[in-house]
């Protein structure tokens, strides 16, 4: 064996070391997330999360007097007049487009309790037609951290699905007991 082969074959055990210590996706070729976003762990308890690089969110100051909407991905906040008094601030966001999950928040926190419900408006055209009929929004408990399925309607024609909310926290949209598109 020569001298270059020798030092060649350690070096290339050392090489595939460090890769495998690494790991892919810290190699310059791996996946990169936005600038600014970190990887988010998303989906019902207790399943597999997904990592989300770039979730879809949206923010607006809400005059109370007045109402307002806010949309991000496929869902739509819509406020009608007097169910937050002054003013907040609402931020929706979808954390993966491909799941059907979304976080609503409201800021000051004491506006999260509305004198008239908001209606969530769901657009569900990912969703199959037949799992469509039977879909509904499901509330997050965080008490239990269960989801709850909430009194929904379904528009099969629009391919929407609503629900009436007097509060904000995270929802999915499920059919037969499994959130999914």
């Not at 906040?77 to 003013?87: E, K, L, N």
């Not at 800021?107 to 879909?135: H, I, Y």
Request: include cysteine; glycine fraction near 8%.
């Amino acid at each position: 064996m020569s001298r270059d082969s020798r030092t060649r074959i350690p070096s290339a055990l050392a090489l595939i070391a460090l890769i495998a210590g690494v790991g892919c996706s810290s190699l310059p070729t791996g996946p990169r997330p936005e600038a600014g976003s970190p990887p988010r762990a998303d989906g019902p308890p207790g399943a597999m999360p997904s990592l989300s690089y770039n979730p879809v969110s949206d923010s607006k100051t809400i005059d109370g007097a007045l109402g307002g909407r806010v949309s991000a991905g496929n869902f739509t906040v819509v406020i009608p007049p007097a169910a937050i008094s002054g003013t907040a601030t609402v931020t929706i966001t979808q954390p993966d487009l491909s799941k059907p999950y979304v976080n609503l928040e409201i800021s000051p926190a004491s506006a999260n309790g509305f004198e008239v419900p908001v209606t969530l408006v769901v657009d569900a055209r990912p969703m199959s037609p037949k799992r469509l009929r039977t879909a509904c929004v499901s509330w997050l408990n965080p008490s239990t951290g269960k989801w709850q399925p909430m009194p929904s309607t379904v528009n099969v024609e629009s391919r929407t699905v609503t629900c009436r909310l007097q509060h904000f926290s995270t929802y999915a949209v499920e059919s037969g007991g499994k959130a999914g598109w």
